[in-house]
């Protein structure tokens, strides 16, 4: 199973609605594993992550929290190779890591940025 990233609005009523990702726009954000292997891993909470490591036991960001949601994304990006060596699997290079785990990060973050401008939230489940 696959994680996926999608932005949600809220309703008037105060029920969520889940936007449908357009065509051809990757929504992909690691494999299921990565939930407590690389998103809620002790290494990301260490780099003073907190919407990251919260993927555990939720998968939501409200639409306010999307401007500190980008930000934590950034910082995320700084220490990328970083994150990439202390999760990596014996089964890949910490460079291909690093770069799976980037180019996930980079449509967490296209998705963060259109839910922003939407003025909807994020969800990665």
């Known amino acids: 199973?696959?994680?996926?990233?999608?932005?949600?609005?809220?309703?008037?009523?105060?029920?969520?609605?889940?936007?449908?990702?357009?065509?051809?726009?990757?929504?992909?954000?690691?494999?299921?594993?990565?939930?407590?292997?690389v998103w809620g891993s002790r290494?990301?909470?260490?780099?003073?992550?907190?919407?990251?490591?919260?993927?555990?036991?939720g998968d939501l960001v409200?639409?306010?929290?999307?401007?500190?949601?980008?930000?934590e994304c950034a910082l995320v990006r700084e220490h990328l190779e970083e994150l990439a060596t202390l999760t990596c699997r014996p089964d890949r290079t910490v460079e291909q890591h690093a770069d799976h785990i980037g180019?996930?990060?980079?449509?967490i973050e296209e998705t963060a940025v259109r839910a922003r401008g939407m003025g909807g939230g994020v969800l990665i489940w």
């Open 1 to 37: 199973m696959s994680l996926t990233v999608e932005i949600f609005l809220v309703r008037a009523d105060g029920e969520v609605e889940v936007q449908q990702t357009p065509e051809g726009v990757p929504d992909l954000a690691g494999p299921e594993s990565w939930r407590t292997l």
């Open 43 to 57: 290494a990301i909470r260490s780099f003073g992550a907190r919407f990251f490591p919260a993927m555990v036991r």
């Open 62 to 71: 409200a639409p306010d929290e999307v401007p500190a949601f980008l930000a």
């Open 103 to 107: 180019s996930r990060l980079g449509f």
